[in-house]
Structure formats: C-alpha cells, structure tokens
C-alpha cells in the first residue's frame, strides 16, 4: 500500500501537503542610510593625532578599509559599522568621481575632531592619481568637500578583527558575492 501525502507529527495535529502554506521567500534585507558630507584624510601627524599610524580606537589606519565618523554621529554609525558610500552627487568642490574606485566599503574605525557635523572621512593613501585636469594629486586633496552623499550600513566588525581587505570585509559582513565597485 502506497502512502500519498505528507504528515507532520507533533504537537500540533497531522497536516497533508495540501494544507502546508507554500514556502515565502525571504524578505531582502533594509538597511540604514544616512545623508552626510564626506571628505578624507590621510594618516599623517598633520592629519591626525602623533600617533598617526593607529586610529581613535588602536585600530590600524588601512587606507583602503577605515573611515572616521563625526561624534554626534557615534550612535547611528558606531564603532565597527560598516558602511558603503553610494555614488556622490556632483556638488561643488567634490571630485568623488576620482577616488570612487578607491572607496568601497569601509568600517567606522575613528573618530574626527569633536566640531565636525554629520561628517564621514574616508581614510586614504598618499599615493598620487591622474585627478582635475590630468594633475597629480594626493586622493584625499582631490575627493575634496562632497555634500548630500548617502551612506548604506550593511553590517558590523569586531574592531579588534577589522578585515585588512575590501574582499575579506565584504565576506566578513555576507557581501562576498557583490561585485565591489
């Protein structure tokens, strides 16, 4: 004798197939955005304190990983957030569109001076790019004062274990098959 169906056993009775809802796919997470200005650094004593190879918290300064936060806004982007940067509007004096390969994710790993509002600093080398007009200028000098750019966070890092990679920070956050920009 063949048994048709499926039963379940349990507490709460015996259901056929039939009677099982159909699976629902799982809702696409949201994320926080914030709309700041953003401007970078670079981890040099003029830039920072005399220890300008670590940052506010003794994380490395990885250019390619850390960002800092202005203090009013430690309780959206704590220590540890992770946060893409969506592409810059064109406001004046913002030449986002020079370093925007140099971007990608980046963790909330410092702190900027306690006058900065609702402020992003993005960490950067000092190496010089082609930037306006074919010049060769430092990424931060060229990034300049973007206004009105929207941050995504999509997740969080133990800063004690801050990845040293953009590869390694978009696994360590479930971003690993997103193609980073």
């Known amino acids: 004798m063949a048994l048709t169906g499926f039963f379940v056993y349990g507490g709460l009775g015996v259901f056929s197939s039939s009677t099982i809802p159909a699976a629902t ?50 309780d959206e982007l704590p220590y ?30 410092d702190a900027m001076n306690a006058r900065m509002r609702n402020k992003i600093d993005i960490l950067m080398d000092n190496d010089p790019i082609r930037a306006q007009e074919g010049l060769l200028r430092n990424p931060a000098k060229a990034l300049g004062f973007c206004r009105d750019v929207q941050i995504v966070v999509v997740g969080h890092v133990d800063v004690k274990h801050i990845p040293k990679t953009q590869t390694a920070l978009a696994a360590a956050v479930g971003l690993a098959d997103v193609a980073l920009k």
């Open 80 to 109: 540890g957030t992770v946060i893409d940067v969506l592409p810059a509007t064109t406001t004046p004096n913002c030449g986002y569109k020079f370093v925007s390969d140099k971007i990608g994710l980046r963790v909330i790993g």
């Open 25 to 74: 796919s799982t809702p696409e997470p949201t994320y926080e955005t914030y709309k700041v200005t953003m401007t970078a650094y670079n981890a040099v004593p003029g830039q920072t304190d005399d220890t300008p190879e670590y940052t506010s918290i003794g994380a490395w300064t990885n250019p390619d990983i850390i960002a800092a936060r202005s203090s009013d806004l430690a």
